[in-house]
């Protein structure tokens, strides 16, 4: 019995690679309640939006793959070598606020699980970011990652909740291809985070950095392709059921906005009492893992592409750079969410919204990165790949520019 | 601020003049020609409208923040040389390897040397800027004048890189030729550091390195690399450079490294290995790789039983090359079976006449081929051990494993 399930264990973690760990940090704290929320509110209505996104999801995750693999170089390097340093410095900016806008929601989610079991913030925050800064300087990051990586598999509990509430399936069926657009602030906001949660900009330069220093070649590539096209079809099945399972509990009672984190736990109801145990460990875990991973992928893509020594086998005294960012993030991260009366749902689903915000600025440069011949050889975009990419610049820069519209005219009419 | 320093930022859209002072166009970039000089700046770019010119060295009369001014102002038009080393083009924001500091860095900014020669000036790059201080400068180019940019930066620490110890990385040969690009600098690097560096480099330089350095130092640099690299070098050389530079290897290491090969490389490259090495390491790569036949190298010295201290000195002498490491001397019977190891340094405390086996340690441990990696490390721990030897069925001497190969593999761990 304890050698089958070695065996299963070896299996798992035999197709875990790169793409796999970026869509399970993918679902982090902003993932979930993002989907919480669009479900509690939404119903199944936002269901069409995931289709689009997992295609969009493959294609940047595809692109960032390809390009690390055919130039063995990190995304922040090959902007800064193609269009300068002014240019790196503008989308590392970019790239920075995003995370640190992540940090935050991670450490709100951090705070918002621990908060169900009544462990205060000021206690959970300092104690996460701590775990977070040891975990990664100590270098047993490494080895802890097999850990978070397995406690994801807490995500079927939302597999089964979804089915367990017995939902409308046709109806989910039916929203899950039928586009509905509303020009109406609250619902665009919730498109832009929806995309900004799971296409985040520093997955691209996470993933690009990974599969890099893997050392994949190009010839290696395809079956790496697989790995990152199952990774992003595995996001989106859970992001599926995380909305199914909202709508089903929260939005067919009575549609309403998550006020705390402990409130989207209801989407796990079926579990009866353990839901709350449930829903915490999956974001407790979620949070932490990509509280792990994305002050350390900031860091790296800054220092390489403004040519600061990097690594934490390095000194602080020979990469201060590199751990001031790092510890910044931390600590503003966790700084922020003690502020006792943060609101923090509010304050991870507007993170999500500015990753979406930011996106097309990084998926820009990528898409003409990756078309330049000198740099790609036979392996540029095919025209199928830049429609979409050009595409998804337009189309969520027109959502942004739609959400600011709608806003100022609100704030016009009151 | 010294003004006989001009940075390559400050250079970019410097006004060049001509004898009458009306001005001729803007700087868009300067351009190096190391064969026929390696620091002096051969000639500058200058834009005027769409197409551009080329003032050469010789052609100016002085150069400061205020322009350039022109001693003949007869200019070609710009075309593209293969001689020509550009610094917007080759250098500005690409990684080059600091020889000095050991590691890959990446170039912000140049700084040149205003330099009198025959009565006009000319310039001598210095150093490649890294760090804040040029970023600072790079991000305000010509959105501040000059001058302020050289108060304001004052406060930040500045980090540069001396001209005669960056190392350009540049994957075509024939570019390298004509630019000139030497590997003396690597050549002169501890191994290791190479190794590290090379680690750093994406697949395309790598490549180039190991294509142009000496095979000696490519092999000491190779058995640092980390495994995974080390295949994909090796895969992407030449099959005939590939086993010069596994030849050079311990045969060990070479063992190892080729057993990370597929089949139809690692054959091709022991095809193309001279005789000798290609035995052992053959016979090295039969073995399992986690057992002590696969941890083992075969560089060692044993001597028959009746030997002396004075024929042990005579055998030292010979194997020269091994000196650096080894630490251990064998002893082997008529059917060279093993029957004792004497620490080196023992040797020094005998004279000449002294039998060997009179200086053999106590109790000899040792070890069969077959034996499991993890046993092998216990050994090495439980005994303190610097070599152990490894016998066959027959107990015949087949190898030796050292405390480095263990290091290695608790490092792995």
Redesign the interface.
Known sequence: MWKRFRYHIAIFFAVIGPGFITAMVDNDAGGILTYSQAGAKYGYLPLWTLLPITLLLIVTQEMCSRMGAVTGKGLSDLIREEFGLRTTFIVMAVLVLANLTNMIADFAGIAGSLEIFNIPRWVSVPLGAAIVWLLVVKGTYASVEKIFLFACLVYIAYIVSAILVKPDWKEAAIYSVRPVLMLQGAYIYMLIGMVGTSIAPWMQFYLQAAVVEKGVTAKEYKESRIEVIVGCIAMSVIAFFIIVACAGTIYEVAPRDLQVPADAAAGLRPFGNYAYLLFAAGLFNASLFAACILPLSTAYSVCEGLGFESGVNHRFREAPIFYWLFTGLIVVGGGVVMWPRFPLVKMILFSQVINGVLLPIVLIFMTLLINKKKLMHEWTNSRFYNFISWAAVALMIGLTMALVALSIQDMMKS | MADERLFFTELLGLKVFDLKGRTLGVVKDAAIVPLLDPVRVDRYLIGSGAAWLTVRHDQVRSISLDGIHLRDEILTPYHSDEYMLRVVRDL????IIDAQGR?V????DVTFEIQPENGGEVLWVLDVD???RA?FR??VQGLLPRRWIRRLQVGIPPHSIRWEFCNILEPDPQRRLRLNISNRLLEDMHPADLADIVEDL???HREAIFENIDSEVAADALSEVNP??QA?ILESLETEKAADIVEEMAPDEAADVLAELEQETSDEILEEMEHEPKKEVRELLEFKEDSAGGMMNTEYIALTENATVADAIQVLKTNEALMETLNTLFLLDSEERLTGAVPLARLFLHDGATPLRSLAVETLIDAPVTEQQDRITELFDKYNLLALPVVDEDRKLTGVITADDIISVLREK
């Open positions: 500005m924001d690409q990684q590691k860095v990446r170039v912000t890294i760090g804040l970023i790079r991000l994406t697949p395309e995974n690299i994909s």
